[in-house]
């Protein structure tokens, strides 16, 4: 799970891994996304194996760390964008077929979906946010 990072890779990881769940209840997300995607330094590393190593560590937390695709996004576009990777994070709604309304978070790079568990899903969703906002980059 942990091959291509290094140990100081993987103690940041579970580090934002610990405080950016909570914080997703706590703080208005477009103001948490502008905060997370700010860069700075980061060592080498392989993106999938960043990937993998945070869902690992959050799939093994409790509530509020608990595993959703919206934590998993944050942590992930935390560090990559950190890293410098020019990447966004999206969010999206759909209507089940019982009616009820869902939602999913996801990455995109280079207009991709990037690093997703389940490439498919984005696209059964309408997109109702991006981070950084491409609008207000003007």
């Given at each position: 799970?942990s091959e291509g990072?290094?140990?100081?890779?993987?103690?940041?990881?579970?580090?934002?891994?610990?405080?950016?769940?909570?914080?997703?209840?706590?703080?208005?997300?477009?103001?948490?996304?502008?905060?997370?995607?700010?860069?700075?330094?980061?060592?080498?590393?392989?993106?999938?194996?960043?990937?993998?190593?945070?869902?690992?560590?959050?799939?093994?937390?409790?509530?509020?760390?608990?595993?959703?695709?919206?934590?998993?996004?944050?942590?992930?576009?935390?560090?990559?964008?950190?890293?410098?990777?020019?990447?966004?994070?999206?969010?999206?709604?759909?209507?089940?077929?019982?009616?009820?309304?869902?939602?999913?978070?996801?990455?995109?790079?280079?207009?991709?979906?990037?690093?997703?568990?389940?490439?498919?899903?984005?696209?059964?969703?309408?997109?109702?946010?991006?981070?950084?906002?491409?609008?207000?980059?003007?």
């Amino acid at each position: 799970m942990s091959e291509g990072l290094s140990a100081g890779l993987r103690v940041r990881a579970l580090v934002a891994a610990l405080w950016i769940p909570p914080l997703i209840s706590l703080v208005s997300f477009q103001r948490l996304a502008a905060w997370l995607g700010r860069p700075g330094p980061m060592p080498p590393f392989e993106d999938a194996a960043l990937a993998s190593w945070v869902d690992g560590v959050l799939r093994r937390l409790p509530w509020p760390w608990r595993y959703t695709c919206l934590k998993r996004a944050a942590v992930l576009y935390h560090l990559l964008r950190r890293a410098g990777r020019p990447l966004q994070l999206v969010i999206g709604v759909r209507r089940g077929p019982d009616g009820k309304l869902g939602a999913h978070a996801w990455l995109v790079r280079d207009q991709r979906i990037y690093l997703e568990l389940e490439p498919e899903a984005p696209a059964a969703h309408t997109v109702i946010a991006i981070f950084p906002d491409p609008s207000a980059a003007t």
